[in-house]
């Protein structure tokens, strides 16, 4: 039977130790924010942003065409993923309490679950071997994979948290129920799903892998959807394995930039929620 | 007009009722709520259900504007006639019935993603088209109907989340009532305001007999006797009682009546 | 406005088809998630058909990796995915069950949302940029700082023997360990909070300092709730790709010492599928991709089945994950 004093020193080392696993928790985020800063923000000059890849040996190189790319990829899997997965978080919110709704929950969380390497060659099988092409198209469509699932569960979510008492006003207007689903209920829970769609952007915007063999890369500026094109991760990876310097420095360069997108997102994402909690 | 020779426990004569129940059963899966209820409601009349918690009141209000089949399960067996005509008949269409019978419920619920105005026209939009003029000219007599115009007139863009519990109910009833329909329903309406508000909605209600059927459901005796015309009391599903609201209140013919409305029991 | 009398009745008999139509297009948009779930695993199967027909069950337990020969061996893989994983678990399940028991008993009020956001932050950064800053923090710091100063302690043990030279299955698995950090952290969390406080309560009224109650009613309480977090936590330190093959060797080589290179299944894919040198390479690494995919279900599958026993309801779990 332990002592009152050794019980209370057990207790007391413990509540240090769970301390100290916090501050472990944090210190890599730490080191990595401010490495990224140091290392990354010298480097981020008007040629950063206007130029992109030039031959080696040459300076003056930038990331702009992986910028472009990944927003224009981002913006491609935005359009195809979120409307759907708009839809079928309405489906699992409003019609998803039979056998249905939970096969479809439970394969949203099945993708959810995926490694996104193993949808990246997915996608290569749909529309890179049959167009025989790398394409901006695959790496949206890539992109688009892994945002509909994130989207349909946050939709859900959020559109659940609209009160019963809204539809039946609603109802008891005499509005059918489709319309109250969508211009009572899915418009109440808007800033939630706008907010859940940014989460989903967010992740989406720093994803690697599933484009290293849809959207391939691309050393020159191109928007075209049909060719290869560059992304901001992507060419961060290229360039951080890449034995040039000059490579190596753009690397987190480009990191740095990656970051605050994917920053920026989220922080949007927590704003729109906070300003819908003012409000309500 | 003449409604001196009629008994406490008769019905009002089915002439001059605008909505009338007929027989109804209102079932929850296996339970029923309601039992065989026979009741009719006059035009531009106040009536008031009562009885205590669980005895059917709230599931017969529910019944004459179709919500009672919303919950899963829920089923409806007699007719309920408006003017006549079965709303329960098979080729009816429970939304169109819902714009002809309006709702009130017990907790303020404006739509918080429109302005207040939005709110009032909300009901219309799901009506025939209207030109926007119009629209707006509906809006003010709804909210004037609802005694809510002069509080809010210069801030119809507002969001409804800013005014007060009672206010938000007021503005509930101008949205209920703008799309002109011919019964209200009313569902314990004062029952989350403070006294301030709920003594403007009892105005209020007094008003809108003047242009509508209403019926009310609510558990404060109090009110149902100063609000109403007619008091039906319910008890374990079955309609005891019903009669002028006087009468019932102060001369009671079922011993049950008389028992709740002395507040033996509730 | 009023329409009176029959014209009013008339009115009442219209039907609402817009309700048919909103469910039926709602209803097909869902369908697509399992139809795509379906195409998923028959484009694995099928691309990976010729490598199953040829090396069937035997591509686990060969080692050789050799393209141009058109062997194929995927022992190495595996191994290396294993081994990383665990090795991720041994650092990151202990810090992240004292994060969320730091954040849900012992840390200060104003601590905790705060701490708790800055756990989240580590959840939101790229693999890329963890592999980045992998290859060139580390990595030296591993190897030129630390290593020397731990080696004569450790190198003798088997899994220390050999050669730092930077990239190995122990740096592999301390990013892992700092990726899946954060989803343990979160889910623990939760299922702490899921713990009713009467739980807690009873323990300190009876004279149980605070780790006591912690550890032997809150802990037990939430027993089968943490360890989905842990597996739910292994789901993803299975198929991590960039950070892992930034910093892990890639080399088909099985080694039981952390401080040599390895491999993993995602890493080979990300690797050599985009200069797969024959059809049969290419299929090899669809079967390797088709074993991650499976094991990756199974793993989240056990998981959340775990946790939704203990924190149901709570989809904000899934849905942050």
Request: charged content about 15%; aromatic content about 8%; proline content about 5%.
């Amino acid at each position: 039977m332990a002592t009152r004093l050794t019980r209370r020193v057990i207790g007391a080392a413990m509540t240090g130790a769970t301390y100290s696993a916090a501050l472990l928790a944090i210190l890599p985020l730490a080191a990595i924010l401010v490495m990224l800063v140091m290392k990354g923000a010298g480097s981020l000059d008007w040629n950063f942003f206007t130029r992109s890849s030039v031959p080696l040996g040459e300076t003056g190189g930038g990331f702009a065409h992986a910028i472009a790319g990944t927003l224009m990829m981002v913006g491609l899997a935005c359009l195809i993923g979120i409307p759907i997965g708009i839809g079928i978080g309405i489906f699992l919110a409003e019609f998803g309490g039979g056998a249905l709704g939970t096969l479809v929950r439970f394969v949203a969380d099945v993708f959810n679950g995926t490694p996104s390497i193993v949808l990246g060659i997915f996608a290569w099988t749909w529309l890179v071997k049959p167009m025989g092409r790398f394409s901006a198209l695959a790496g949206g469509f890539a992109l688009a994979v892994i945002l509909v699932p994130i989207v349909a569960r946050t939709t859900e979510e959020m559109v659940r948290l609209v009160p019963n008492s809204l539809r039946e006003a609603a109802l008891a207007l005499g509005y059918p129920r489709w319309r109250t689903s969508l211009q009572i209920v899915t418009r109440t829970a808007g800033t939630g799903i706008v907010t859940g769609c940014l989460v989903a952007m967010s992740r989406v915007a720093g994803e690697t892998a599933p484009l290293l063999f849809t959207a391939l890369g691309n050393q020159f500026f191109s928007l075209r959807i049909l060719e290869p094109m560059a992304a901001l991760p992507l060419q961060v990876y290229s360039y951080a394995i890449g034995p040039y310097d000059e490579w190596n420095r753009q690397a987190w360069a480009g990191a740095l930039v990656l970051i605050l997108l994917v920053l920026v997102l989220g922080l949007g994402a927590r704003l729109a929620t906070r300003g819908h909690q003012r409000q309500a | 007009m003449a409604r001196a020779a009629r008994s406490a426990a008769a019905p009002a004569a089915h002439a001059e009722a605008r909505l009338a129940t007929d027989g109804l059963t209102a079932w929850y899966g296996p339970t029923a709520g309601i039992r065989d209820v026979s009741l009719a409601f006059e035009a531009n009349r106040v009536t008031a259900l009562i009885g205590p918690s669980g005895c059917g009141k709230s599931t017969m209000l529910r019944c004459l504007n179709r919500m009672h089949e919303l919950v899963p399960g829920a089923r409806v067996e007699g007719r309920v006639l408006l003017d006549g005509h079965d709303i329960y008949a098979p080729d009816v269409s429970p939304i169109a019935v819902r714009r002809t019978v309006g709702m009130v419920f017990q907790k303020p619920t404006p739509f918080p993603t429109m302005s207040i105005a939005e709110n009032v026209a909300a009901g219309l939009k799901v009506g025939p088209p209207i030109s926007r003029s119009e629209r707006d000219g509906i809006v003010e007599q709804a909210l004037r109907r609802a005694a809510l115009w002069d509080e809010v007139k210069d801030r119809l863009g507002d969001s409804p989340l800013a005014l007060s519990g009672g206010q938000q109910q007021r503005l509930c009833v101008a949205r209920t009532i703008a799309p002109e329909p011919e019964v209200i329903l009313l569902d314990e309406p004062t029952a989350s305001l403070d006294p301030l508000g709920s003594a403007r909605i009892e105005e209020l209600v007094h008003e809108l007999k003047r242009e509508f059927t209403v019926v009310i459901v609510t558990h404060n005796l109090q009110q149902a006797a100063r609000v109403s015309d007619v008091t039906a009391f319910f008890y374990l599903g079955a309609l005891i009682e019903t009669g002028l609201t006087a009468q019932v209140f102060t001369a009671p013919v079922q011993p049950q009546t008389e028992a709740y409305v002395t507040g033996r029991f509730g | 406005m009023r329409v009176t009398g029959e014209g009013r009745w008339k009115a009442l008999r219209t039907v609402s088809r817009g309700d048919v139509v909103y469910r039926a297009v709602l209803t097909g948009l869902a369908l697509l998630l399992p139809l795509l779930l379906l195409t998923l695993a028959a484009e694995l199967v099928t691309n990976a058909w010729p490598a199953i027909r040829r090396f069937g069950f035997g591509f686990f337990a060969t080692s050789v990796w050799d393209p141009v020969a058109g062997r194929f061996g995927a022992l190495p893989l595996i191994f290396g995915t294993l081994y990383s994983s665990l090795v991720a678990m041994a650092i990151a399940v202990p810090l992240a069950l004292g994060v969320a028991i730091f954040l849900t008993e012992f840390a200060p009020r104003w601590l905790r949302r705060p701490v708790a956001t800055l756990v989240e932050l580590l959840a939101a950064i790229p693999s890329v940029i963890y592999g980045l800053w992998g290859i060139f923090v580390l990595l030296p710091l591993l190897r030129d700082t630390l290593w020397p100063v731990v080696r004569p302690a450790l190198v003798w043990l088997p899994i220390f023997r050999g050669t730092f030279y930077g990239p190995s299955v122990l740096a592999g698995g301390i990013i892992l360990a700092i990726m899946v950090l954060p989803y343990i952290a979160a889910v623990s969390r939760e299922v702490l909070l899921a713990v009713p406080a009467a739980q807690r309560e009873a323990a300190l009224a009876l004279g149980a300092t605070r780790w006591e109650a912690v550890w032997t009613v809150v802990l037990p309480y939430g027993r089968t709730g943490i360890i989905g977090a842990v597996i739910l936590g292994l789901g993803r330190a299975l198929g991590e790709t960039m950070a892992v093959t930034m910093v892990i060797g890639n080399r088909h080589e099985i080694s039981a010492s952390l401080v040599e290179p390895g491999y993993t299944i995602a890493a080979a894919i990300a690797n050599e599928f985009a200069e797969a040198v024959s059809a049969l390479h290419l299929s090899a690494l669809f079967y390797a991709g088709l074993v991650l995919f499976v094991v990756t279900v199974a793993v989240n599958v056990i998981a959340r089945l775990l946790i939704w026993r203990v924190a149901r309801g709570s989809a904000a779990g899934s849905a942050a994950i």
